[in-house]
């Protein structure tokens, strides 16, 4: 049994991650763990950069195919994907999708919260966007925090 499965929380070392250069511009990373009939996010890429072997596997991203355009993030019913952009001054771009309320507006400062929901860092949301019944919500973290920070507390 993986830990994951005892304690309900994925750690990095269960996912599939990119590499330095692939980070810098920008790419998507899914934590879907469960062998379960679900491709939307095969469909929604434009670039064919995600891809299963049947409809039961698991999706994996090609990483040099990605460019983090986003338009898997909303389509994943599981809300198991999320977007990572290192930009410069040590600074991410991390899109993730957010289904509460109130929905954050720009330039709001919000608490950035990790897998199990504990607080990381305070952040500044940087867009906010509704596609279908999800909105995207975009942040500006600290490098060093862009694959923990998985939700926000507005």
Same mark, same amino acid.
Request: with cysteine.
């Given at each position: 049994?993986?830990?994951?499965? $005892?304690?309900?929380? #994925?750690?990095? $070392?269960? #996912?599939?991650?990119?590499?330095?250069?692939?980070?810098?511009?920008?790419?998507?990373?899914? %934590?879907?763990?469960?062998?379960?009939?679900?491709?939307?996010?095969?469909?929604?890429?434009?670039?064919?950069?995600?891809?299963? $072997?049947?409809?039961?596997?698991?999706?994996?991203?090609?990483?040099?195919?990605?460019?983090?355009?986003?338009?898997?993030?909303? @389509?994943?019913?599981?809300?198991?994907?999320? =977007? @990572?952009?290192?930009?410069?001054?040590?600074?991410? #771009?991390?899109?993730?999708?957010? %289904?509460? #309320?109130?929905?954050?507006?720009?330039?709001?400062?919000?608490?950035?919260?990790?897998? %199990?929901?504990?607080?990381?860092?305070?952040?500044? @949301?940087? $867009?906010?966007?509704?596609?279908?019944?999800?909105?995207? =919500?975009?942040?500006?973290?600290?490098?060093?925090?862009?694959?923990?920070?998985?939700?926000?507390?507005?």
């Amino acid at each position: 049994m993986k830990e994951y499965e $005892k304690t309900g929380v #994925l750690s990095l $070392k269960d #996912l599939r991650l990119p590499n330095e250069k692939q980070l810098e511009k920008g790419v998507a990373i899914i %934590e879907c763990v469960q062998h379960i009939p679900c491709n939307p996010c095969v469909d929604a890429c434009p670039f064919d950069a995600i891809s299963m $072997k049947d409809i039961n596997d698991l999706p994996v991203v090609d990483f040099d195919k990605c460019v983090g355009c986003g338009q898997c993030i909303s @389509v994943c019913p599981g809300l198991a994907i999320f =977007v @990572v952009k290192h930009i410069m001054d040590g600074k991410a #771009l991390i899109s993730i999708p957010y %289904e509460f #309320l109130p929905v954050p507006s720009v330039n709001d400062k919000v608490e950035a919260l990790d897998r %199990e929901g504990r607080f990381v860092d305070t952040v500044v @949301v940087k $867009k906010v966007v509704k596609k279908g019944k999800t909105w995207v =919500v975009t942040v500006l973290a600290n490098v060093e925090d862009a694959m923990n920070i998985r939700n926000i507390r507005v």
